[in-house]
């Protein structure tokens, strides 16, 4: 028997302790799914079970725990063939939906020890053991394959990430030696982080990123950006790959039990729909009925279903692979509404060739707070990192900017002369000078300045701010008083 077929063999295992361990919590009895859906999706035959999988895993009204139990299914049939990229991939979308899926972290750990990637494995296994250190301990008792990555867990631990609380923070120590912060990002999503035909990144987390720089080194070019897919990037950040994200990630309690913590939510989002002007809609509740576009598989798929549901409002989805074929689609007039998040549909917006015969309607039918993501128990880099968003939030609220700020201390103003470091250092941020916040607003600005340059006036996209403006402007961003 080949390695390969041994691990193929090590996954079944794994979804099959999956598959007791979800009848005995009665989750594949409340799925959508036939169970011939399911007794295909884990049947030996090869192409019959990928394909069954993939009807279970695509389907919006299929419970996140069941479709991430069809990926982990289908990450053995990939493994069996060879191709580890996708067990990773299936793996990684898995722990996703649900984050405390024990298996899900284990079955990655296992694709990952055969890539030949031990620093990964070893992460996988550490968030494994952390969800459950029992049923991992079985793992690795049964399994030659597994009992080695535990092994090498022992012999060589992944960074640590939680040191005794109140001591000085070593991701700081470890960015100040290095020279540059190390910043993780996503793969290129226009006004949040992208680089250009250069190199050069910009966008409102890239900002973040610069903003940090600038607070530890007086330069905000001191950063190295690393593009993640979003399937990759806990394990990134708890490898100690990276010092943080700044990549579009969606607070989460669930999330935060893989050993991570959020810092303050840098933008709000959620799923919103667009529609032609001509319509004269006014809300969401005028949408019975509807045609709607959407994306196969992702959150916002799942918001409208739910939505449409909770109203007792008909829909008509017409589900399509990638945000391009979903946008011609909705050009096209093969639908009445598209649906993703709100971010999104400005950056559609401004691709379409007559933006002015359309308008995203009011509201949001789902809450995203999308924020920076530390590694957990260093409490002093979270406070830098989240004091680091509340700077350029004050700044804003007070009137501080770029164009301002070298004056902005004759105006007398206490709580300006507070923000600026006339009186010890802005928030609960040591180590770094009572000025630091003046260098991060000196090299990049407030956040309404971050704000417009990326997504707002005087960029391409032309976003209202929404629930992103301050709130004394009727939006959430807000931050403690100098």
């Not at 990926?71 to 990939?78: E, K, M, Q, S």
């Not at 022992?154 to 000085?168: L, N």
């Not at 279903?305 to 945000?323: D, E, I, N, Q, T």
């Amino acid at each position: 028997m080949t390695l390969l077929e041994r691990c193929a063999k090590v996954f079944a295992v794994l979804a099959l302790s999956l598959a007791i361990w979800a009848g005995q919590a009665g989750i594949v009895l409340a799925a959508a799914a036939t169970q011939q859906e399911w007794d295909d999706c884990a049947s030996g035959d090869a192409s019959r079970a990928i394909a069954a999988c993939g009807r279970i895993i695509d389907n919006a009204e299929e419970p996140a725990t069941s479709r991430a139990d069809a990926l982990i299914y289908r990450g053995g049939l990939y493994v069996a063939q060879g191709d580890l990229d996708r067990a990773i991939v299936d793996c990684g979308e898995a722990i996703r939906l649900a984050p405390q899926n024990v298996t899900a972290h284990a079955s990655r750990a296992l694709a990952y020890a055969l890539k030949g990637d031990r620093a990964r494995a070893v992460t996988d296994y550490v968030a494994a053991e952390r969800l459950d250190p029992k049923a991992v301990a079985e793992m690795a008792a049964g399994s030659q394959e597994f009992a080695a990555i535990a092994a090498a867990a022992r012999a060589d631990p992944p960074p640590a990430s939680v040191p005794p609380v109140g001591s000085a923070s070593p991701t700081l120590s470890d960015v100040r030696r290095r020279g540059v912060l190390r910043c993780g990002v996503s793969i290129g999503i226009p006004g949040f982080s992208i680089p250009d035909p250069q190199g050069a990144w910009s966008g409102l987390d890239v900002d973040l990123c610069r903003g940090i720089a600038a607070a530890i080194f007086d330069d905000p070019a001191r950063v190295k950006f690393l593009a993640l897919p979003a399937a990759e990037r806990f394990t990134a950040l708890l490898a100690g790959d990276v010092d943080l994200l700044a990549r579009n990630t969606a607070r989460s309690a669930e999330r935060e039990k893989l050993g991570v913590r959020f810092g303050a939510t840098n933008f709000y989002d959620g799923t919103a729909f667009m529609v032609r002007r001509d319509l004269a809609l006014k809300s969401p509740l005028e949408l019975d009925g509807a045609d709607v576009c959407v994306r196969a598989g992702n959150t916002s798929e799942q918001d409208v279903v739910r939505y449409f549901r909770a109203h007792k409002m008909k829909l008509a989805r017409h589900p399509f692979a990638s945000g391009e074929e979903q946008l011609k689609a909705f050009e096209e007039g093969r639908c009445n509404a598209i649906a993703t998040d709100r971010s999104e549909l400005y950056l559609f917006l401004s691709r379409m060739a007559a933006p002015n015969q359309y308008v995203i309607l009011p509201g949001l039918i789902s809450d995203e707070q999308l924020a920076p993501v530390v590694r957990a128990g260093d409490d002093e880099w979270l406070k830098l990192v989240t004091w680091t968003h509340y700077a350029m939030v004050a700044a804003e609220d007070l009137g501080v900017s770029q164009a301002v700020i070298r004056s902005a201390r004759q105006l007398g103003n206490p709580a300006v002369g507070r923000l600026l470091g006339d009186n010890g250092p802005y928030g609960d941020v040591a180590g770094l000078g009572a000025d630091w916040a003046a260098r991060v607003i000196v090299h990049v600005g407030n956040y309404g300045e971050a704000f417009e340059r990326n997504l707002g006036e005087r960029s391409p996209f032309r976003m209202e701010r929404g629930a992103n403006a301050l709130v004394a402007n009727g939006g959430q961003q807000r931050a403690p008083a100098p």
